[in-house]
């Protein structure tokens, strides 16, 4: 099984609707990380928690890094089409730093206008 | 530009060939990444280099791959005698000490 599930696999929604994706481990999250992924290009960053609580915001995404550093929500408000591509976690599980990251399998949005 | 630069963007080889996969950092950023990704897979992590420490090469699925990073900064990644199964997109990514990686736009690798 995989060591950071990543869930809904898949979402479709209406544009103007909120959404969240989740990112779940079953160990401490010394780091967490998203990045968006459009279809052929490479991974953008988006954001890094790393505290218990943690709650950051960049335009209309806000992520969360639960009090016990097992799950990270991203959630989407007033969802738009430049929205669509694929959202990635990336964890760090040893404590430190930040090499080799494990990763999820990602989430593929779709926004229909 | 300021970002990860990768070369080729697209490379079609025959199967038993050799490719080269090249990978231009930031400047100044001391650790780097490489990735495969395979339609339908996650990021599958292949090597990482941190300044002038020994790489760490556990990712890499067989000794068909290697790379090298010379004077700290652009890094190559060797597949000989390719196989289909190495058609993927490969990913490079550099970072600072301790900060998030940034990734390149990818190689798309097809071996017919």
């Known amino acids: 099984s995989q060591e950071l599930e990543q869930s809904p696999q898949s979402l479709i929604v209406q544009e103007g609707k909120n959404l969240t994706i989740n990112c779940t481990s079953s160990?401490?999250?010394?780091?967490l990380y998203w990045y968006k992924q459009k279809y052929g290009e490479g991974l953008i960053f988006l954001m890094m928690?790393?505290?218990g609580g943690e709650e950051k915001s960049h335009e209309k995404i806000t992520a969360k890094l639960d009090e016990k550093k097992q799950q990270s929500s991203l959630h989407i408000t007033a969802s738009q089409p430049s929205h669509a591509g694929i959202y990635l976690c990336?964890?760090?599980?040893?404590?430190?730093?930040?090499?080799?990251?494990?990763w999820g399998l990602g989430t593929s949005l779709a926004v229909n206008p | 530009g300021a970002g990860v630069s990768q070369s080729p963007s697209n490379k079609v080889t025959e199967k038993g060939k050799d490719v080269e996969l090249r990978c231009d950092p930031i400047?100044?950023?001391?650790?780097l990444y490489w990735y495969r990704q395979s339609l339908g897979q996650g990021l599958e992590f292949l090597i990482y280099?941190?300044?002038?420490?020994?790489?760490?090469k556990s990712g890499l699925p067989s000794d068909r791959f290697s790379a090298e990073r010379t004077g700290g900064s652009v890094s190559t990644l060797t597949i000989q005698r390719t196989q289909q199964e190495d058609s993927a997109v490969y990913l490079c990514?550099?970072?600072?000490?301790?900060?998030?990686?940034?990734f390149g736009p990818g190689t798309r690798l097809t071996v017919l």
């Open positions: 990514a550099s970072s600072a000490s301790y900060s998030e990686q940034f």
């Open positions: 400047s100044g950023h001391t650790a």
């Open positions: 280099f941190q300044g002038n420490s020994a790489p760490d």
């Open positions: 160990k401490t999250l010394y780091g």
């Open positions: 928690l790393q505290k």
């Open positions: 990336g964890a760090d599980m040893t404590g430190g730093n930040n090499r080799k990251l494990i």
